[in-house]
């Protein structure tokens, strides 16, 4: 009777902590959508409405990305029209989404609700993932992709749940479909699969080899729609990476690796990231992976392989500071099981690791207070005394605004000049953004591939080709780049400069884009390029 009444007791206690993990992600998604629908002041960034051209255009992949971002993209469209709230409202969907999977991975390999709980609350105590849950990004479909391969492959490894195997290669050609470097879970995979060699054979079993069947199906739209673009998006990923004639320009700097770690210091938390990396050691240390039955050794193979491989490569090229973020999805469930453990084991050092954790609570809720309205932390001059200590506003949501004067001044000059203006833009981004922001949703086209820049989905789209021929011999109104790249590229029979475009906060310039027209558009001389 005393053994049932435990195991009734136990199951009474998972059940709580379900429903608080449920009703902590329920409460989160709707503030979210509130956010959104009502209190968002900010506009869409670059990338976001570059996505929302994407999904204006559904194809099988594009350019530089999958096509999960499109379809997820055009699924909010259809429910809320094109606007800020339906190109964003699947955020917080995803959001829900990651952080079920990772309460449900982190109580799975820890044996514990309450572990499984506080590694949800670790992994929103991180700003950039506050942040994904209301910015429309690739990162958020594919971090939900990522979390769900990581707990079927728990499944798969560990519970030996033959369903799993072909499950899991389908869930990470899913985060493949949002951004390619899923596939470096592989691996991840396959190394913990090695560690446990002696316990476990998974290759014995015919599930096992069904895995990279459905992986490989799973992967067929990238592959199809690459194979009738010349595999464009092999070579953009090879400019990434450096390599061989389609690398990027490469300048190296000997600051990029300070600055690659101050990112994952700002985004996951300043005490929070250095806790990521105890919990490694943590996990490894010899006499402890045994106990804890592989489980923290599996969190620590699903997240380290990838934030190792960025910060080598941090040491050579610039990584921008969300591309290691998988890596987060279990190391900080894995942080948060590590500081639990160090607590109740009542170790010498446990009032370091409470202290640690108190300070990524609040690191937490500040950032992601933060992360909703940066604008809330401008600084504006100030004076001491009768001394003006002139210190400039810090204007950290550049990125978020501006793209109401873009589209105003944009479409005043085009209303100015005869010729039926059409709009060039110089970088992708800007003119994606252009196009959400002025009426009616007009063709912008992007001339970075013509202008000794990087190619761009525009010179995919046969309605945004600059070669077309009703374009010439009329006037552009043209955006971003210095003037001489455009006299230097002999597309028009004159270029007019005008005033910049100025975006002004607190009576300061935060942005400003060259602006001018362009008359008697005659082409652009070379093709373009498919080289950053």
């Not at 902590?17 to 992600?25: C, S």
């Not at 010899?286 to 491989?309: D, H, K, Q, S, T």
């Not at 910060?311 to 050579?316: C, P, W």
């Not at 910049?500 to 373009?528: D, K």
């Amino acid at each position: 009777m005393g053994a049932i009444g435990s195991k009734a007791a136990q199951q009474a206690t998972g059940m709580r902590y379900v429903g608080l993990a449920a009703a902590l992600l329920i409460a989160l998604l709707v503030i979210r959508l509130v956010f959104l629908a009502f209190l968002s002041p900010w506009m869409l960034i670059e990338d976001e409405a570059h996505y929302w051209e994407w999904s204006a255009r559904l194809d099988w992949s594009y350019y530089s990305k999958g096509p999960v971002i499109a379809y997820l993209i055009a699924a909010g469209t259809r429910l809320f029209g094109d606007t800020e709230l339906g190109v964003r409202c699947m955020a917080p969907v995803m959001a829900a989404g990651l952080g079920w999977c990772v309460y449900a991975l982190g109580r799975d390999v820890s044996g514990s609700d309450r572990v499984g709980l506080l590694g949800l609350i670790a992994l929103h105590l991180a700003p950039i993932v506050a942040m994904l849950g209301v910015i429309m990004t690739i990162d958020g479909s594919y971090l939900a992709g990522w979390a769900l391969a990581c707990w079927l492959g728990w499944q798969a490894i560990e519970r030996q749940r033959g369903w799993a195997w072909p499950a899991l290669g389908a869930a990470i050609g899913l985060a493949f479909l949002a951004k390619y470097t899923a596939l470096v879970l592989v691996p991840s995979l396959m190394i913990y699969i090695v560690l446990r060699r002696a316990d476990r054979k998974p290759w014995r079993s015919a599930w096992f080899w069904m895995t990279p069947i459905t992986l490989a199906i799973t992967m067929l739209p990238v592959v199809i729609w690459n194979a009738q673009h010349d595999w464009v998006t092999v070579r953009h990923v090879l400019g990434h990476a450096h390599v061989g004639g389609h690398a990027y320009a490469l300048r190296w700097q000997p600051w990029w690796f300070f600055e690659y770690l101050a990112t994952q210091l700002g985004a996951v938390g300043i005490t929070l990231f250095p806790l990521c990396i105890a919990a490694i050691v943590w996990a490894i240390r010899p006499g402890n992976a045994g106990r804890r039955g592989g489980g923290a050794v599996y969190l620590v193979c699903c997240g380290a392989p990838i934030l190792a491989l960025y910060t080598i490569a941090a040491v050579f090229i610039e990584v921008e500071g969300n591309w290691p973020v998988a890596a987060y999805v279990t190391l900080l469930p894995l942080a948060a099981w590590a500081v639990a453990d160090r607590i109740a084991a009542g170790s010498r050092r446990a009032g370091r690791w409470r202290f640690a954790w108190h300070w990524a609570v609040g690191y937490g809720i500040v950032g992601a207070l933060i992360g909703l309205r940066p604008d809330l932390v401008n600084l504006p001059a100030a004076t001491l005394g009768s001394v003006s200590l002139d210190i400039p506003y810090v204007f950290p949501h550049k990125r978020l605004i501006g793209a109401h004067e873009l589209a105003d001044q944009a479409n005043r000059a085009r209303e100015t000049y005869g010729g039926d203006p059409f709009y060039i833009v110089g970088h992708y981004g800007r003119a994606s953004r252009l196009a959400f922001y002025s009426d009616g949703h007009p063709i912008v086209y992007c001339s970075s591939s013509r202008m000794q820049g990087r190619q761009a989905q525009h010179d995919m789209w046969p309605e945004t080709d600059l070669d077309k021929p009703e374009l010439f011999s009329r006037n552009a109104v043209l955006i971003g780049k210095p003037v001489r790249n455009w006299q230097r590229e002999e597309a028009f029979d004159e270029i007019i400069i005008l005033d910049p475009i100025e975006v002004v906060r607190h009576g300061q310039v935060v942005i400003a884009w060259q602006r001018y027209v362009g008359v008697g558009y005659r082409g652009f001389a070379q093709a373009p390029r498919d080289t950053f």
